[in-house]
């Protein structure tokens, strides 16, 4: 088996203002071509472990231990410069909203090919072409008209589009997905997600994809992480985990879905016990609280 | 976009009417009668009345404000009380030298008030940044007449390295066509009469653009601080662009609005500033002759000044309305 592409392990984060808690002992490891949910409630840690893959956690967030190892690599000791060109090569992002994600004072093309020009030394002509082949592969009819566009001539979906297109603009090895779907429409959400699992699986790229929704998971991932306040709850391929899950709050998750095949079931809110254990088990896991 | 500029130019016309009206008025309510400033000590009551009817002084107030509007829109703005000559004439011979200054010193406060917006947006993680805005608050306070008589003692007095007054050296003997003398001399290649006129410009020019310099630092700042926190700009960092180059390629195209509509304002201010600024320098502008049409009680040329300058207002706020559009994308198919 080939080394991960993407290895946390026993990453642990405070926050820098009172100091409680934000990760702790966050282990995973993402395969190469693999998909990775990386799940839970809002706080529970996903987009800190996001941000921190990416080199761009915030200075409110100190990290106390652990490695984020890209490749082998540890992202946490490289130097700003090195770093800022491995992240702008290999790692790229899917952002949350496509609304605010573009420059709306540039137009596509510009913001299409800044990655490609900068790091490959393509040409415009090059470029364009490069940036004509990424729009004609995530689906966009007249490529070169939506070149010429500004973002706020294009839709939520199409802006989206383009965006999964930027992020695969450099052949990257791995993509932090954040919550891309969210902003959308219920229909375009499903057009974005198989459009997304394409692209990657295409590329062969390992994504990382935080989300909240198990539904979406159900979708696109092949492993999962859940987490829950900065911890990691459960892990392990996605079908086991959604069919047999072994912690009650994983169960209790699960639950709490709505399922188009029961729908007179209701909603379950999670059971205040589930939560309850959690934090005593916090507690004598002896991190401090 | 057509209905649009018919609206301004509308506008426009309304706003000048408006200004004609209150100056005219106003001329003739505060103290002071151009008659008695030219009268000899010796003159009787009938001299006097004579004189007031040659310059139309005696009819009723709206009267002469009929005939004087009634004048200016066949382009004749009277002759100067003071100088006895046509009003136009002289403001023609005059403009140029206060629309080289203000324009000067608008590039220049743009240059020094977008670079030190950018220089501070680029180290504003240093220890030392807010030093920039401390320092810039303290050029917001100081007001263009005080920043003349400093310069006036740092350049002229200690250290006496530029003219201090007039716009070019008498004795080096150039001769203009227009009264643009910096482009016409730039134009003709005259660099040597260009850089005199620059040195005398100086002056002025730092003294005007200085306050407006740290205007545009202070809002252009604020703004690209806004813009860095955008998502679009941690897009374009993660792709490995250079502080630099987030910064303005990324943050200040959007960052620009409220600086450009500001800048129109203050640049109003500005032209307002050059009577004062231009008095100091005794700079042979617009601004240096209205005081002097002031003392002399020169109503024609007040007025005439008046309108010049509500209509460079006009003007400029204009260009920045254009401005604005051009660099907003979404305003541009409006």
């Known amino acids: 088996m080939s080394p991960p592409v993407l290895a946390l392990s026993n990453l642990s984060a405070i926050s820098d203002r009172d100091r409680a808690p934000i990760l702790r002992n966050v282990s995973l490891e993402v395969a190469r071509g693999e998909t990775c949910g990386l799940v839970g409630e809002s706080g529970a840690g996903k987009s800190t472990i996001a941000k921190a893959i990416l080199g761009i956690l915030p200075r409110t967030i100190r990290v106390t231990g652990g490695e984020v190892k890209f490749e082998g690599a540890d992202l946490l000791k490289i130097e700003i410069g090195p770093l800022r060109r491995l992240i702008g090569e290999c790692i790229a992002l899917i952002p949350q909203d496509p609304m605010t994600a573009l420059n709306p004072a540039r137009r596509i093309e510009a913001q299409l090919t800044d990655g490609p020009r900068l790091w490959r030394g393509l040409d415009a002509t090059a470029a364009r072409a490069l940036a004509l082949r990424l729009l004609d592969e995530v689906h966009i009819r007249d490529p070169d008209r939506v070149l010429r566009s500004f973002p706020h001539e294009l839709s939520g979906g199409m802006r989206q589009r383009v965006l999964i297109a930027a992020a695969f603009a450099l052949e990257p090895r791995l993509i932090v997905a954040d919550e891309p779907t969210t902003a959308l429409d219920v229909t375009v959400q499903k057009q974005i997600l198989r459009l997304i699992r394409n692209m990657q699986s295409a590329h062969g790229t390992s994504v990382v994809f935080v989300t909240h929704d198990l539904g979406v998971v159900a979708q696109i991932c092949d492993h999962v992480t859940l987490l829950f306040a900065g911890r990691v709850i459960e892990a392990g391929s996605a079908s086991r985990l959604l069919d047999r899950p072994a912690h009650p709050y994983t169960r209790a998750l699960l639950e709490a879905c709505p399922r188009y095949d029961r729908p007179d079931a209701g909603l379950r809110p999670i059971p205040e016990s589930v939560i309850a254990d959690l934090y005593a088990e916090l507690g004598q896991s002896g991190a401090t609280p | ?334």
């Open chain 2, 1 to 334: 976009m057509t209905a649009v500029a018919a609206q301004r130019l509308i506008m426009a016309a309304v706003t000048l009417l408006g200004v004609a009206i209150i100056v005219f008025v106003l001329l003739r309510v505060v103290p002071g009668d151009p008659i008695a400033m030219m009268i000899s000590p010796g003159a009787t009551p009938a001299d006097i009345a004579a004189l007031r009817a040659h310059y139309g002084l005696d009819t009723s107030l709206p009267a002469q404000f009929f005939v004087w509007l009634k004048d200016i829109l066949h382009g004749d703005f009277g002759t100067s009380i003071s100088l006895h000559r046509n009003v136009l004439g002289i403001m023609a011979e005059r403009l140029p030298a206060t629309l080289e200054l203000a324009f000067a010193s608008l590039v220049f406060a743009a240059l020094l008030g977008g670079a030190v917006a950018v220089f501070g947006t680029l180290v504003s993680d240093w220890t030392a940044a807010p030093l920039i805005d401390t320092v810039n608050g303290l050029f917001l306070a100081v007001p263009d007449f005080i920043w003349a008589f400093a310069l006036v003692l740092l350049f002229g007095v200690f250290l006496p390295v530029l003219p201090l007054s007039g716009r070019i050296d008498p004795g080096l003997d150039e001769r203009f066509v227009t009264p643009f003398y910096l482009l016409e001399s730039l134009a003709t290649l005259r660099f040597a009469a260009a850089a005199d006129v620059l040195r005398h410009m100086v002056m002025p020019m730092l003294a005007l653009g200085l306050p407006l310099a740290s205007i545009i630092t202070r809002v252009l700042k604020e703004s690209l601080r806004e813009a860095m926190v955008q998502d679009y700009v941690l897009l374009a960092r993660l792709k490995g662009l250079s502080r630099l180059r987030l910064v303005l390629q990324e943050a200040l195209r959007n960052a620009v609005a409220p600086t450009l509509a500001l800048t129109g304002v203050q640049f109003t201010f500005l032209i307002g500033g050059t009577v004062i600024v231009e008095r100091i320098f005794a700079y042979p502008g617009i601004g240096n002759m209205a005081v002097d049409a002031v003392i002399n009680r020169d109503l024609p040329l007040i007025q005439g000044l008046t309108l010049v300058f509500g209509a460079l207002f006009v003007v400029v706020n204009m260009i920045v309305d254009l401005l604005v559009v051009a660099t907003n994308p979404r305003l541009r198919n409006g």
